[in-house]
């Protein structure tokens, strides 16, 4: 009889310790994309989240995005698989610089060297828009004339 009595206090006690397992949070692929399911079962919707320290955003469906986004007036890039690019990145045979808020830098000076367009592409031999020359390579290479 102790035995049967230890064999049902073991089962409910796994029972309940599996009833109070939380689910893990997880990415979810349906056929519209990528989602990713909180562990209460919630997803964040037209909006930033830190997930394992990289930074992705999520329309307002809840799917996660890529690419060009602009979001709130304000420029960025979201590497393939999601995730917010930061510092020096070249898209497309171009070279943007992006915050570590992820904000690209635009119309104006990076490093004091590097000269980013209102595209937000770094700017090449030419003139900048406040008269100084840049080279080949994006970099301020003589005074202002």
Same mark, same amino acid.
């Given at each position: 009889?102790?035995?049967? =009595?230890?064999?049902?206090?073991?089962?409910?006690?796994?029972?309940?310790?599996?009833?109070?397992?939380?689910?893990?949070?997880?990415?979810?692929?349906?056929?519209?994309?990528?989602?990713?399911?909180? #562990? #209460?079962?919630?997803? /964040?919707?037209?909006?930033?989240?830190?997930?394992?320290?990289?930074?992705?955003?999520?329309?307002?469906?809840?799917?996660?995005?890529?690419?060009?986004?602009?979001?709130?007036?304000?420029?960025?890039?979201?590497?393939?698989?999601?995730?917010?690019?930061?510092?020096?990145?070249?898209?497309? &045979?171009? =070279?943007?610089?992006?915050?570590?808020?992820?904000?690209?830098?635009?119309?104006? =000076?990076?490093?004091?060297? *590097? *000269?980013?367009?209102?595209?937000?592409?770094?700017?090449? &031999? /030419?003139?900048?828009?406040?008269?100084?020359?840049?080279?080949?390579?994006?970099? =301020?290479?003589?005074?202002?004339?």
């Amino acid at each position: 009889m102790k035995k049967k =009595w230890l064999i049902l206090a073991v089962t409910m006690a796994m029972t309940v310790a599996q009833a109070n397992t939380a689910m893990a949070s997880i990415w979810i692929k349906d056929k519209t994309g990528w989602w990713y399911q909180h #562990n #209460n079962g919630s997803y /964040t919707k037209g909006n930033w989240e830190k997930i394992r320290d990289r930074w992705y955003y999520f329309n307002s469906k809840g799917y996660l995005t890529t690419g060009w986004q602009e979001i709130k007036g304000v420029w960025y890039y979201l590497k393939p698989g999601g995730p917010m690019a930061t510092g020096w990145q070249n898209i497309d &045979n171009k =070279w943007y610089y992006f915050h570590s808020s992820g904000r690209m830098a635009a119309n104006g =000076w990076v490093s004091g060297k *590097y *000269y980013m367009g209102s595209d937000g592409a770094m700017l090449t &031999n /030419t003139k900048t828009p406040d008269g100084y020359q840049v080279g080949a390579d994006g970099k =301020w290479v003589d005074a202002k004339k």
